[in-house]
């Protein structure tokens, strides 16, 4: 297998961002990928899937290896259900519409999130009211020490709130190799009850949606609000919606009533970080090269050269302004390396 060396990496990063990896490999199978951990032990490595959830503020002084393990397979079905097994290389919004033009409904309401496959166990990825775990049987991974396929099921990944078990006592331990979803083949449930999905079936006179037209609504939003990172570099939202208890909420709202608010439960509320960002008045400014999209206060963008570090001091320069105006800390969901 090829191992190339000083590799550039603005073209493996939504950001744009010109990074180098001290070296690179991408592997096209399991068994290759086995190779590489093999023949390389010891080495410090970086693995990189589709580049869309991280922010590279340096070169990488590492073995880069580039999961690029594609495919798609039934695996189980009866008339109702069917178990779709998705390789980790693969397109994550290709996947939801190829998915869609069979039939199979579960994942519309995760259309246009960007990476690949295999990170979204990790990052328990999640829109418009719905997650991976709600969907996810099972996914296979490889240990990097001993090169084995494990299979972890969806209790086995802990999953939370864009959290999982890979990022808490297992990161760093296995890469993802592959996913299987439980999804339907009939009696789809169609969620449009979260944010702006039922407004936009509405303005086409969709009552009694379909899948399709679930995903194409929530395109549409998406696209709308965000922009291509082949147009504008970016990483989709950058930020994690806090979550803050209800005593702390009942506080913030007296002083804030107009902040929109989600009940989680008796204990606790999930708040925009979107609205709490564009309130300290980010939303469309610029600094230099780096900035805050225009249309969705969540998603820090690279208007051309800015750099990585650019881009992460105004991420703290947000969080700081959001602590001190309303007294809420906000997560960033995006790597910073």
């Known amino acids: 297998m090829e191992i190339k060396t000083n590799y550039p990496l603005k073209n493996h990063n939504t950001f744009g961002i010109a990074a180098n990896a001290k070296e690179f490999a991408s592997v096209q199978s399991v068994a290759e990928l086995a190779e590489v951990l093999k023949e390389n032990k010891g080495k410090k490595l970086f693995i990189l899937g589709g580049g869309s959830n991280m922010l590279l503020t340096q070169n990488i002084d590492a073995l880069v290896i580039h999961v690029n393990l594609k495919g798609k397979e039934v695996v189980w079905q009866d008339d109702n259900t069917v178990h779709i097994k998705a390789m980790a290389g693969e397109n994550w919004h290709e996947f939801v519409l190829y998915c869609i033009d069979q039939g199979y409904g579960g994942i519309e309401n995760l259309s246009l999130i960007p990476g690949n496959v295999g990170t979204t166990p990790i990052q328990n990825i999640g829109a418009y009211g719905k997650e991976i775990k709600d969907t996810m049987v099972s996914c296979e991974a490889i240990d990097r020490e001993t090169q084995q396929l494990v299979t972890f099921t969806n209790k086995d990944c802990e999953f939370g709130y864009r959290e999982s078990v ?83 909420f009942e506080r913030i709202y007296l002083q804030h009533p107009t902040m929109p608010h989600y009940t989680l439960d008796d204990s606790f509320v999930k708040v925009p970080a979107g609205w709490l960002i564009e309130q300290c008045g980010f939303k469309g400014k610029r600094f230099g090269d780096a900035g805050v999209h225009a249309k969705q206060a969540l998603v820090l963008v690279n208007y051309g050269t800015a750099t990585g570090q650019e881009l992460l001091n105004l991420s703290k320069n947000i969080q700081q302004t959001v602590l001190d105006t309303f007294g809420i800390s906000i997560e960033a969901e995006v790597n910073v390396i």
Do not use: C, M, W
Request: aromatic letters at 8%; proline letters at 5%; charged letters at 20%.
């Open 166 to 248: 890979f990022k808490g006592r297992l990161k760093d331990k296995y890469i993802i190799t592959s996913v299987t979803f439980g999804l339907t083949k009939t009696n789809h449930v169609i969620n449009t009850s979260y944010g702006d999905i039922a407004a936009e079936l509405a303005s086409h006179n969709i009552v009694s949606p379909t899948i399709k037209e679930v995903s194409n609504a929530i395109t549409t939003i998406r696209q709308s609000k965000l922009p291509d990172p082949k147009e504008l570099g970016n990483s989709g939202s950058f930020f994690k919606n806090p979550v803050i208890t209800i005593e702390q």
